[in-house]
C-alpha cells in the first residue's frame, strides 16, 4: 500500500522548481503525490498549518514535514 505525501505550495518560481525537482523525485511506486497549490485552494491553508507547515513550498511525508527553500511564509497566504 502506497503511503500519502502532500506538496504544499503558493505558485511562486522557487516552488513551481521545487515541485519540478523534489515532488517529481518521489518514489511514485511507494508514495502517492499530492500536490496542493494554496493559492488556488486556500481552503487548506489550515490544512497545511496544521501538518506543520509554516512556509512553501513544503513535503509532508509520513507525517513529517520538509520545507524546501523559501518561498513565501504561510502566514502570507491566510
Do not use: Y
Not at 511507494?30 to 512553501?56: M, N, T
Request: net charge negative; hydrophobic share 55%; with cysteine.
Amino acid at each position: 500500500m502506497r503511503q500519502k505525501a502532500v506538496f504544499f505550495h503558493a505558485g511562486c518560481p522557487v516552488c513551481v522548481a521545487a515541485e519540478q525537482q523534489v515532488a517529481e523525485a518521489i518514489d511514485r511506486a511507494r508514495f502517492e503525490v499530492e500536490v496542493v497549490h494554496l493559492g488556488e485552494a486556500s481552503a487548506r491553508i489550515a490544512e497545511a498549518r496544521a501538518a506543520g507547515v509554516i512556509s512553501v513550498p513544503a513535503l509532508v511525508l509520513q507525517e513529517q514535514v520538509f520545507h524546501i527553500n523559501f518561498g513565501a511564509a504561510l502566514s502570507d497566504l491566510g
